[in-house]
């Protein structure tokens, strides 16, 4: 049997022990660094979410001032669904959405309760939670009659 | 005849490069990594930035009895009229947005200087329309390469909340 010295000098008798080890240890960076790849792409996308709702926000803000400064009998549900993002959102937020409800809410106010709710696309492909602002109209205080 | 124990120059020379190019993959993962952490944390900073000019644009345009926006050499600047020679002013500079709150013949009673670097700001003017009044409009778009369709507008309509 022939001793063939290797480096490590514990086991001289096997054969391309150091071309073993090399491997190995490249084959666990390659492991490491596809686990560092993943982590960066996750980055880049929770920083993407982040423009998303940020701009989703001041959207939201926007239509919400629009809407509250309708006319209270302006505020209908059906009509209010017409309103849409706008040409720029489709590049803005992917996939997307506005959706407004109104409804009359009693008290010492009687107002009608306006609800503005955004939603996109999220990371996963399904929508996000939608991003949900609300705004009260005082309705008209009732006539009496004389 | 004794072999020694030891290795052979080619198998150093190929642990050298073996372990090399090891250190190759890691350094530069660990930059890639370095980078992309400062880059987010430089980012979430921004994005509180870019938040508070908003809210205070809001703020200032909902108690604005009247408004007039001017342009001077490139730079716009709105001018709010509170009422009774009160007014604020915002200007967009190169370095972000300066507002001054003053009423006529006084000093200043309020300075501030919103820094926006690496983001352009601009102010223009929404004209009326059959359901929504004329009302100005704060624009803030990444200075380079950013598409217009992704810059954050702000659209506050004027007079909502003017102190009686």
């Not at chain 1, 993002?85 to 803005?92: F, S, V």
């Not at chain 2, 509180?48 to 730079?75: N, Y």
């Not at chain 2, 200087?113 to 359901?131: C, K, V």
Request: glycine share 6%; charged share 25%; proline share 8%.
């Amino acid at each position: 049997m022939k001793t063939i010295p290797g480096p490590s000098g514990r086991n001289p008798s096997r054969r391309g022990f150091l071309l073993i080890e090399v491997t190995a240890g490249l084959f666990v960076l390659l492991c490491v660094l596809a686990m560092t790849v993943q982590l960066l792409a996750w980055s880049g996308a929770a920083r993407r979410e982040l423009r998303h709702r940020q701009w989703a926000l001041h959207e939201a803000q926007n239509v919400l001032e629009l809407v509250t400064a309708l006319p209270p009998d302006a505020l209908k549900t059906d009509a209010l669904a017409a309103r849409k993002l706008g040409e720029r959102a489709e590049q803005a937020l992917p996939g997307g959405t506005l959706t407004i409800t109104a409804e009359p809410e009693a008290g010492e106010f009687p107002s009608t309760r306006v609800t503005v709710a955004v939603s996109w696309r999220g990371r996963s492909g399904n929508p996000v939670s939608p991003l949900r602002l609300v705004g009260w109209v005082p309705l008209p205080p009732k006539e009496t009659t004389p | 005849m004794k072999r020694r124990r030891g290795s052979t120059l080619l198998e150093v020379i190929a642990l050298m490069i073996g372990v090399s190019v090891m250190l190759a993959l890691a350094i530069t993962s660990i930059q890639a990594l370095v980078s992309v952490e400062r880059a987010n944390r430089k980012e979430a900073a921004t994005a509180l930035r870019v938040d508070r000019l908003a809210e205070s644009f809001r703020r200032d345009v909902h108690r604005a009895k009247a408004w007039k926006l001017t342009e001077i050499q490139g730079q716009s600047t709105l001018t709010l009229d509170l009422g009774e020679g009160r007014t604020t002013v915002y200007a967009t500079t190169p370095e972000g947005v300066d507002v001054t709150s003053q009423t006529a013949g006084e000093a200043p009673s309020r300075r501030e200087r919103f820094p926006m670097p690496n983001h352009r700001a601009a102010l223009s003017e929404i004209p009326a329309q059959a359901d929504a009044p004329a009302r100005p409009r704060l624009t803030i778009a990444r200075a380079v390469g950013q598409p217009d369709a992704l810059a954050l507008r702000v659209e506050p309509i004027p007079g909502r909340e003017v102190p009686r």
